[in-house]
């Protein structure tokens, strides 16, 4: 069983930044071999691609709404996954959820077998 954990979410300005963490504690998780992503899913709304880090780490993903204001980074050795977000609208507005797939392979939601239990983020205008 994977366990990821996601913090940092809370309430912001419109134009402010947050940076969410999320880590995968588990000590027989090898998290070098796991694509790991972010979601989100506002209220009333389907779950969402925001961004991924493929597993080498080498290449980045991000949904087209999201491209230029935040940025995916990982650190292996801590087995945590990063988003920072700049930049915030109110339309970011969501609950965001960190997740995990083995390797590589697209990015799409349904490919994603792990997830965490996602931490709010909440941008006022």
């Known amino acids: 069983q994977v366990q990821l954990v996601e913090s940092g979410g809370g309430l912001v300005q419109a134009g402010g930044s947050l940076r969410l963490s999320c880590v995968a504690p588990?000590?027989?998780?090898?998290?070098?071999?796991?694509?790991m992503g972010w979601f989100r899913q506002a209220p009333g709304k389907e779950r969402e691609f925001v961004a991924a880090?493929?597993?080498?780490?080498?290449?980045?993903y991000y949904a087209d709404s999201v491209k230029g204001r935040f940025t995916i980074s990982r650190d292996n050795a801590k087995k945590k996954v990063y988003l920072q977000m700049n930049v915030l609208k109110p339309e970011d507005t969501a609950v965001y959820y960190c997740?995990?797939?083995?390797?590589?392979?697209?990015?799409?939601?349904?490919?994603?077998?792990?997830w965490g239990q996602g931490t709010q983020v909440t941008v006022s205008s």
């Open positions: 997740a995990a797939k083995f390797k590589g392979g697209p990015v799409a939601r349904a490919e994603f077998g792990f």
């Open positions: 588990g000590r027989t998780f090898t998290f070098g071999l796991f694509t």
């Open positions: 880090s493929s597993w080498s780490g080498g290449t980045t």
